[in-house]
């Protein structure tokens, strides 16, 4: 797995889309060893997009309304929220991942990211979430323009869900570091402990101070709801929850 993560740190996310679409999404062995797209590849494919759906997209999802994927790539979770009988949109910056999304999902709407937006309307979702996506953002500026155009498509009293990487948390929520966000790089002080610099690539992004990520939405309209654990033991996997009035 390393191995091909080391490759594509230096190409673009369409690019590996190209390559091995499957495998940029789901990093599994069974995914990395080939490129086909195989009806027993997808059944995996769009089971893990259901997993994902049932345990972190449904329960926090307002019973109407469209629900839109920022980062949906070819529609593994987008599958699953049609097969749930809901409207949905994903929004990606790949034309490639569109395509494929169009393809596989084609009861969704699939928009490319142009410039940093989709072409859906201002306040149309209840719900707008994204696992997996913003972390590989490798630029600060990128970053927010992200959590700019997932606010802009949430409507009154919906839900933003967002997975996110930050170092802040790796010893406990009541034990919280903090850090400074520069453009490709980020500077950490965990607790007690001496600062530590990580650099930004296309496969490790943006590691988000949870402060700055606080109020970058609420800067945006949105009341700031909380953090949950991606696993039961701490990781830089986080979810951030928010909500507009």
């Known amino acids: 797995m390393a191995d091909i993560r ?9 690019e ?5 679409a499957l495998a940029a999404i789901m990093t599994t062995p069974e995914m990395m060893a080939s490129a086909d797209m195989s009806q027993e590849r997808l059944q995996a494919f769009f089971d893990r997009g259901r997993e994902l759906y049932e345990r972190y997209v449904k329960p926090l999802a307002p019973p109407e309304g469209m629900l839109v994927e920022y980062g949906c790539g070819a529609g593994r979770i987008l599958r699953a929220v049609c097969d749930d009988g809901r409207a949905c949109a994903g929004v990606d910056i790949s034309p490639t991942m ?19 937006r989709s072409g859906l309307p201002d306040a149309c979702a209840s719900m707008v979430y994204s696992n997996a996506v913003v972390q590989h953002i490798q630029r600060l500026s990128d970053y927010v323009a992200a959590f ?21 948390f790796l ?3 009541d034990n919280p570091g903090r850090a400074e966000n520069h453009e490709t790089y980020s500077i950490h002080y965990p607790p007690g402990g001496q600062p530590y610099r990580r650099d930004q690539d296309n496969w490790n992004g943006v590691c988000i101070d ?9 800067a945006r309209g949105l009341v700031f709801e909380g953090w949950r654990s991606y696993k039961a033991k701490p990781t830089r996997v986080i979810w951030l929850k928010a909500r507009r009035p």
């Not at 080391?6 to 369409?14: E, G, P, T, V």
């Not at 569109?98 to 940093?116: D, S």
């Not at 949430?154 to 990487?165: D, K, Y």
């Open 171 to 173: 010893h406990g929520f």
């Open 16 to 20: 590996m889309a190209r390559e091995n």
């Open 98 to 116: 569109i395509e494929l999304c169009r393809q596989f999902v084609p009861e969704a709407e699939a928009h490319v990211l142009q410039a940093g």
């Open 148 to 168: 700019d155009e997932m606010c802009r498509l949430l409507a009154p009293g919906g839900v933003l869900h967002v997975q996110v990487s930050t170092d802040d």
């Open 6 to 14: 080391d490759a594509w740190r230096a190409k673009s996310w369409d």
């Open 210 to 218: 949870h402060d700055a990520l606080q109020q970058i939405v609420e």
